[in-house]
């Protein structure tokens, strides 16, 4: 028989709050959408004010990419004006001003940019991708920490997507770099963490106890290679098993649990953890 739960992961390390709108000006009817990047799993709390001070909220969680989208809609026309839009994550506040003019509906596309990640290892490719006006030309540049700027142009497509891409190198800086786009006199800007390759992954696994009682919860945690998947396989002394899986962090560290109920049975189990096709096979008492 087998059954899955779902794991934990104890996440940590350098992540950068952006926030950004779609659009620096709006039609009072259209959707207003802001996004960024952070670190993973966190919320994202935003509230809209009105020129007259009426408030709009909207919360969100990242994902496991460190990316984020957040959507402001009113039920009735938006009113014209300068709004600002303050997005928190962590104790950290981002405040994005925009303006919304009378209309009923945007005739043209907004110019939007989003990475697929929010963390890089050095080596890596770097996809951007987003929408602006069809057959239009999209400038990017990535700066280094130091300064050293790298430049790619694209033309988006009939429906005005467009994606872009920046090789990296293991000789790259490790830190924050900024991408900038330019889009017919629109821009948009963000950040990105490029961290250094990891040397040769080593896979290590322990449980935080050889023995255990029914109820108990068994954790076991380690060291694996960064962004990959763990896999965890508990195993009964007559077969049954029980499977859960995480990501391993940035800097490779993992933490996985399996709770026991009084069902469980008494004796020992075997617990397998898999990493980039390496296994380790770890071994615990259950007493009754």
């Given amino acids: 028989m087998e059954r899955s739960y779902s794991g934990s992961v104890i996440l940590s390390g350098p992540y950068l709050f952006n926030a950004q709108t779609d659009q620096d000006v709006y039609l009072s009817s259209d959707v207003i959408e802001v996004f960024g990047t952070g670190k993973p799993y966190t919320s994202v709390y935003g509230v809209l004010t009105s020129p007259s001070g009426m408030k709009f909220t909207s919360n969100t969680t990242i994902q496991p990419g460190g990316t984020f989208a957040m959507f402001f809609s009113g039920s009735q026309p938006f009113e014209s004006g300068s709004w600002y839009v303050t997005v928190n994550n962590q104790g950290v506040t981002r405040t ?17 940019a989003q990475s697929d990640f929010g963390i890089y290892q050095t ?11 069809p057959y239009t ?16 142009t694209t033309t988006t497509s009939f429906d005005g997507s467009y994606q872009l891409f920046f090789s990296t190198s293991q ?5 924050y770099w900024n991408v900038n786009l330019t889009n ?19 896979f290590t696994a322990q449980t935080d106890k050889t023995i255990y009682k029914k109820g108990d919860q068994i ?13 965890a396989t508990l195993r009964s002394p007559s077969g049954t098993t029980y499977n859960t899986a995480v990501t391993a962090h940035l800097d490779g560290s993992y933490v996985i649990s399996f709770p026991t109920s009084s069902s469980f049975e008494t004796g ?11 296994s380790k096979v770890v071994s615990i008492f259950l007493e009754p």
């Fill in 96 to 112: 994005l001003y925009l303006s919304v003019q009378s209309g009923n509906s945007s005739n043209v596309n907004p110019f939007t």
């Fill in 123 to 133: 080596g890596d490719q770097i996809r951007i991708s987003g929408i602006a006006q």
């Fill in 137 to 152: 030309t999209v400038s990017a540049s990535l700066t280094s920490p130091s300064g050293h700027m790298y430049l790619v």
């Fill in 171 to 175: 000789l790259y800086e490790t830190g």
């Fill in 184 to 202: 017919q006199g629109q821009s948009r800007g963000f950040s990105i963490y490029m961290t250094s390759t990891s040397s040769p992954h080593s």
């Fill in 219 to 231: 954790q076991i945690s380690g060291t694996g290679k960064s962004y990959t998947t763990v896999k």
């Fill in 268 to 278: 020992n189990w075997y617990i397998e953890i898999t990493n980039s096709a390496i």
